[in-house]
C-alpha cells in the first residue's frame, strides 16, 4: 500500500502538517499543562500514550477516500516545532465537519489559532465532503467563541455534547456548550496567504 500524503498548508506565519515522531512528546508537554486541557474531558492514558493516540488518529484519517478526518499539527515557521492540533472530524448523526483545535500554551495571544483554523476550514470546504462546519465550546472558554466568531461561524444555541455525539456517559462536566455553525456558502477565504503545497487524496 502507497503511504498516505497528508497535505501541507502554509499560512502567513504557520505550517499544518502531517505529525512526525518528535511531535509526540511535544504534544505529550502540552497536555500536561492543564490550562490547555481544561476545556476538553480527561481521556485515559498517560500524557504520551495520549499524544501517541491523538497523532496516531490524525494519520489513520487520512487514509480513508475521501478522508472522514482531516487532522494537522500546527508548526511555527521560524522553527517547524509543534504549538498545536486542528482537525475536523465527521459527525456520525448528521454528516457534518466538526472542528476541534488546541494550542500550547506558550503560543497563546498571537493570532495564531484564527490563522491555523481559518486556513483548516478553507481546506476542508475545498477538499472535503462537507457542506457544514460546526464547532462546540465550553461557555467559559471565551477565545475559542472569538476564533471561531472571526472566521464566520455564528452562534446558534447552547445544547448538550452528550446528545451530539452520542455518548451519554460523558462526564457532565463538559455537556453543556456552545454550538457554532459555517455553511459552505457563507465562508469567506480572504486574502492572507494560502498555500497547499500536496493536496493529498482527492
Given at each position: ?41 480527561k ?30 499539527v ?64 465550553v ?10 466568531e ?38 469567506a ?14
Open positions: 500500500m502507497t503511504p498516505v500524503v497528508i497535505p501541507q498548508i502554509e499560512t502567513q506565519r504557520l505550517w499544518l502538517r502531517g505529525p512526525i515522531p518528535a511531535d509526540v512528546d511535544m504534544w505529550a508537554a502540552c497536555l500536561a499543562d492543564d490550562d490547555v486541557t481544561r476545556f476538553v474531558p481521556a485515559a492514558g498517560t500524557f504520551r500514550e495520549r499524544a501517541e493516540r491523538t497523532l496516531n488518529a490524525y494519520q489513520r484519517g487520512w487514509e480513508r477516500h475521501p478522508p472522514d478526518l482531516m487532522g494537522w500546527i508548526a511555527g515557521k521560524a522553527d517547524g516545532r509543534l504549538i498545536g492540533l486542528c482537525c475536523i472530524d465527521t459527525l456520525e448523526r448528521t454528516g457534518d465537519g466538526e472542528l476541534a483545535y488546541f494550542l500550547c500554551g506558550a503560543a497563546w495571544g498571537q493570532g495564531f489559532m484564527t490563522e491555523a483554523v481559518r486556513a483548516m476550514v478553507r481546506y476542508g470546504f475545498e477538499h472535503g465532503r462537507w457542506d457544514r462546519m460546526v464547532a462546540y465550546t461557555p467559559a472558554n471565551a477565545a475559542s467563541g472569538r476564533v471561531l472571526h472566521i464566520g461561524f455564528v452562534y446558534e444555541k447552547n445544547v448538550d455534547y452528550r446528545e451530539v455525539v452520542g455518548a451519554p456517559n460523558m462526564s457532565a462536566e463538559f455537556a453543556d456548550v456552545r454550538s457554532y455553525s459555517l455553511p459552505r456558502e457563507r465562508f477565504p480572504g486574502t492572507a496567504l494560502y498555500r497547499v503545497i500536496d493536496a493529498g487524496p482527492s
